[in-house]
């Protein structure tokens, strides 16, 4: 998994000497925000500061702010939305949000192809870029916004991007989710894709184009899953805890560890097998979810973690850090995408037999 904002930073091991400060920080400390340049590392790393609010994001370009981001948002906040006004509790800010962000994704289609862009700009929201397909987040936002909002106009303009890439899931070239991998395949497109078209298919798919989108998109991201266990040496702290690897993906070509970020479409990677009537994706569901609950800390000082805490980053190879270790960061995501995969199968009949 590429890298993203940490909810709390407090490595458990030294840092490696190449990150001995915290980006955007001067060894000077007498150097405070007004003596920084213009464009310091810090706001090009995407970090929140009590002074300046957020930065752009990941891409290196200030004002930059990638689609794919802005979609995962626009979608989860659409579905607390949803959850909340199902308990009678309204949140007209955060419709106001999704609104706004769904209004910048159809101004950004292009009129021609129907492709979502990759990237709009922090101050206009005008459309930067259509290369990739990191627009693909928005689809299952549009999908999802046509049905809470009551507005047609929404699956319209999902459709018409699903169609745009199409050619991109067919010609297995899915490329450009994460912010700092930017024309390059990822494990990420295909979650995007696997959510896309199956919220496609189950919102309207007359002629089974979407589930065929949705299958070819689901094969594409297993090629990144392992389906065996390594051997780490028993002196690593994964051999020594006997970290199992079957079940968890790749990250990409560009970055060799493992990572738990494809609990994000287990949803929709169930509900896909359902409608395929093939249990080779459910199996492959369950086998994710199984390998990243096996690293939760316990209790302060569990794998030199404090407890609640899950890495991002798992070396099953020499890749940034040595084979068998683990990055001593837990970010948000991490939890975050282990905690709704598990809530979600705690309603999947199909998980039911062993949780």
């Known amino acids: 998994m590429d890298q993203r904002r940490t909810v709390r930073a407090r490595p458990a091991a030294p840092r490696p000497p190449h990150r001995r400060h915290a980006p955007g920080r001067s060894r000077d400390r007498r150097t405070g925000p007004h003596l920084r340049p213009p464009h310091s590392r810090r706001d090009l790393l995407g970090q929140w500061t009590r002074d300046g609010g957020w930065s752009a994001g990941w891409t290196g370009h200030r004002d930059r702010l990638h689609a794919r981001t802005l979609g995962d948002a626009t979608l989860f906040t659409l579905r607390a939305l949803r959850a909340?006004?199902?308990?009678?509790?309204?949140?007209?800010?955060?419709?106001?949000?999704?609104?706004?962000?769904?209004?910048?994704?159809?101004?950004?289609?292009?009129?021609?192809?129907?492709?979502?862009?990759?990237?709009?700009?922090?101050?206009?929201?005008?459309?930067?870029?259509?290369?990739?397909?990191?627009?693909?987040?928005?689809?299952?936002?549009?999908?999802?916004?046509?049905?809470?909002?009551?507005?047609?106009?929404?699956?319209?303009?999902?459709?018409?991007?699903?169609?745009?890439?199409?050619?991109?899931?067919?010609?297995?070239?899915?490329?450009?989710?994460?912010?700092?991998?930017?024309?390059?395949?990822?494990?990420?497109?295909?979650?995007?894709?696997?959510?896309?078209?199956?919220?496609?298919?189950?919102?309207?798919?007359?002629?089974?184009?979407?589930l065929d989108l949705a299958r070819r998109a689901a094969d594409w991201t297993l090629t990144f899953r392992?389906?065996?266990?390594?051997?780490?040496?028993?002196?690593?702290?994964?051999?020594?805890?006997?970290?199992?690897?079957?079940?968890?993906?790749?990250?990409?070509?560009?970055?060799?560890?493992?990572?738990?970020?494809?609990?994000?479409?287990?949803?929709?990677?169930?509900?896909?097998?359902?409608?395929?009537?093939?249990?080779?994706?459910?199996?492959?569901a369950r086998e994710n979810l199984d390998c990243f609950r096996q690293f939760v800390a316990r209790a302060d000082g569990d794998f030199n973690a404090y407890r609640g805490m899950v890495s991002e980053r798992f070396y099953q190879t020499d890749c940034f850090q040595a084979k068998g270790m683990l990055l001593t960061l837990s970010h948000a995501w991490s939890a975050g995408v282990l905690l709704y995969a598990c809530e979600h199968a705690l309603d999947l009949p199909e998980f039911q037999e062993d949780l």
């Open 226 to 284: 392992y389906t065996y266990d390594v051997r780490f040496p028993p002196h690593t702290l994964l051999g020594r805890y006997g970290f199992r690897t079957r079940g968890a993906d790749q990250a990409s070509p560009s970055n060799q560890h493992l990572h738990a970020f494809g609990l994000i479409c287990l949803p929709e990677t169930v509900r896909l097998a359902r409608h395929l009537g093939d249990p080779y994706y459910l199996r492959s």
């Open 84 to 210: 909340e006004r199902a308990r009678g509790v309204d949140h007209p800010l955060w419709e106001q949000a999704v609104r706004s962000n769904l209004a910048a994704a159809l101004e950004g289609q292009d009129a021609t192809t129907g492709r979502l862009a990759a990237a709009h700009h922090r101050e206009t929201g005008a459309a930067v870029d259509h290369r990739g397909s990191a627009g693909l987040a928005f689809v299952g936002a549009l999908v999802e916004a046509a049905d809470l909002f009551g507005d047609p106009d929404h699956l319209e303009a999902a459709r018409r991007a699903g169609a745009a890439f199409a050619a991109d899931v067919t010609s297995e070239f899915l490329c450009g989710a994460p912010e700092d991998v930017s024309l390059a395949p990822t494990s990420e497109d295909g979650y995007n894709a696997v959510i896309a078209y199956t919220l496609l298919h189950e919102a309207d798919d007359e002629d089974g184009r979407w």
